[in-house]
């Protein structure tokens, strides 16, 4: 799917009460990849900086595909989607490293913002630029 993933081991804590890996944890695991991935495409991106131009998380779909279980190794892999003028796409697909099962597929889209405006603002050019690079794998 993409040249950058990076990969998440299901903890015992991580599953729901049926044994396998809770729902909102794909959320979670897909969060860790997309921040890895915006650390790596934007250097400097910090998260948990409020001030100046930043991204806010607008949407989220998840397709569940196939349970994953205590001790699986799951790649998450993460490639640009649609780049617009204020907001862009995130797609990622979920694996597991053992049999290359598909687990869950989606996508998530970021606002460009002004937190201290409190208000949505288009992407700049370098920052588009940036998001439109390929981004190469953690390894």
């Not at 809770?22 to 959320?27: D, G, I, P, S, Y």
């Not at 205590?70 to 490293?97: A, H, K, N, T, Y």
């Amino acid at each position: 799917m993409s040249d950058f993933s990076i990969v998440q081991r299901v903890r015992f804590g991580d599953l729901h009460a049926m044994g396998h890996l809770n729902n909102v944890e794909f959320l979670r695991y897909f969060e860790t990849a997309r921040i890895a991935y915006m650390q790596r495409a934007l250097p400097g991106h910090a998260p948990g900086r409020r001030r100046g131009f930043g991204f806010i998380f607008a949407e989220c779909h998840i397709n569940y595909r196939s349970p994953a279980s205590f001790d699986e190794d799951i790649r998450i892999f993460i490639r640009p989607g649609e780049l617009r003028r204020s907001s862009f796409r995130l797609e990622f697909e979920m694996r597991c490293d053992g049999d290359d099962r598909l687990v869950a597929e989606g996508y998530g889209v970021l606002v460009g913002y002004d937190y201290a405006a409190g208000k949505a603002l288009p992407i700049p050019d370098e920052v588009r630029e940036r998001l439109s690079d390929r981004v190469p794998a953690d390894g």
